[in-house]
């Protein structure tokens, strides 16, 4: 089982509309939770950073943690095409110095 | 805040020959991670720097290494390369790893011929 699952996509979905990109972890001491977008030859850039449970706002985007069920989640609203990228999911166990990334969900938004 | 800097952005090299990768922090920052980047492997961890020390290490062969400098500047080394190498190397920095953000360099892509 990887340490942090994503599923790989893509995920298309009409530009307005809600986009909903899901995340899985396997480390139960897991404390923060990271979400980056990664342009296509670009590196990845953060987007959010949630360490509770329950939901996290800025802007367009929440994130959503739910520790008891292992699992994180990043909603996109009013999507636009410039949203277009891949959204890679990251954990810290708190108990390594190191970042865990999933594989990374690629979004398509269509015009 | 002048963002992570990463140096060459590109490079080229041929199998057996050695790299060795530059990245400077965010000011202020003292953590530094190394990731490799591979369509099909994705992002892995090399290592991560806090205050000169190796606090962490990722499942790599021994011929990659790294260091800290007192300015939280770090190199990568790889050693011996493969073609299996070729890849984005990105770097991250944050102030203190624990719940801390880390922020991406723009990477330094190798093509290992």
């Known amino acids: 089982q990887k340490e942090v699952e994503q599923n790989s996509g893509p995920l298309s979905v009409p530009e307005g509309a809600i986009a909903s990109l899901n995340c899985t972890y396997s480390d139960r001491g897991s404390q923060s939770f990271f979400w980056y977008r990664q342009y296509s030859g670009k590196s990845p850039e953060l987007i959010m950073s949630i360490y509770s449970n329950g939901d996290k706002e800025d802007g367009r985007f929440t994130a959503q943690l739910n520790k008891a069920s292992q699992y994180v989640s990043l909603l996109i609203r009013d999507s636009q095409p410039s949203d277009s990228a891949t959204y890679l999911c990251?954990?810290?166990?708190?108990?390594?110095?190191?970042?865990?990334f999933g594989s990374g969900t690629r979004l398509l938004v269509r015009p | 805040k002048a963002g992570v800097t990463q140096t060459p952005r590109y490079l080229i090299k041929t199998r057996g020959q050695q790299v060795t990768l530059s990245c400077s922090p965010i000011?202020?920052?003292?953590?530094v991670s190394w990731y490799q980047q591979t369509p099909g492997q994705g992002l892995q961890f090399l290592f991560e720097?806090?205050?000169?020390?190796?606090?962490n290490k990722g499942n790599f062969p021994g011929r990659f290494s790294g260091r800290q400098f007192s300015n939280s500047r770090s190199e990568m080394n790889a050693s011996t390369l493969e073609l299996g190498d070729s890849a984005l190397y990105l770097c991250?920095?944050?102030?203190?790893?624990?719940?801390?953000?880390?922020?991406f360099g723009p990477g330094t892509r190798l093509l290992v011929l």
């Open positions: 991250a920095s944050s102030y203190a790893l624990d719940r801390a953000t880390q922020y």
């Open positions: 720097y806090f205050s000169e020390t190796q606090r």
């Open positions: 990251a954990v810290n166990t708190g108990s390594s110095y190191k970042l865990i």
């Open positions: 000011s202020g920052h003292r953590s």
